[in-house]
Nanobody, 124 residues
Framework: QVQLVESGGGLVQAGGSLRLSCAAS????????MGWFRQAPGKEREFVAA????????YYADSVKGRFTISRNNAKNTVYLQMNSLKAEDTAVYYC?????????????????WGQGTQVTVSS
């Protein structure tokens, strides 16, 4: 079955950086658009970033544009989220997601596969 396993979360000071990874298995990774979402306590889950199957197109939420970068390595079945200049409001559980349809499906918040999430806490 499809598995998406996130790693790389943790506690970091405001202004710092973290790199999240999501290792995928059970699917033809290079055929899937991938994305990252996050959910803060008491808030709805929100879109963070998405990347097309080839890596040629990337999309970002306005709140992270210029600070976060999504990338993928199809040879390693892994998608990454480089997070720089972190703010307290970036504190959330971050989820990896995948969908074989267009990356706009991921942007729209309805990808078919989800990981279990990794906690990111930014102290101010």
């Amino acid at each position: 079955q499809v598995q998406l396993v996130e790693s790389g979360g943790g506690l970091v000071q405001a202004g710092g950086s973290l790199r999240l990874s999501c290792a995928a298995s059970g699917l033809t990774f290079s055929s899937y658009a991938m994305g990252w979402f996050r959910q803060a306590p008491g808030k709805e889950r929100e879109f963070v970033a998405a990347i097309s199957w080839s890596g040629g197109r990337a999309y970002y939420a306005d709140s992270v544009k210029g600070r976060f970068t999504i990338s993928r390595n199809n040879a390693k079945n892994t998608v990454y989220l480089q997070m720089n200049s972190l703010k307290a409001e970036d504190t959330a559980v971050y989820y990896c997601a995948a969908d074989i349809r267009d990356s706009q499906v991921v942007v729209g918040g309805t990808p078919v596969y989800w990981g279990q999430g990794t906690q990111v806490t930014v102290s101010s």
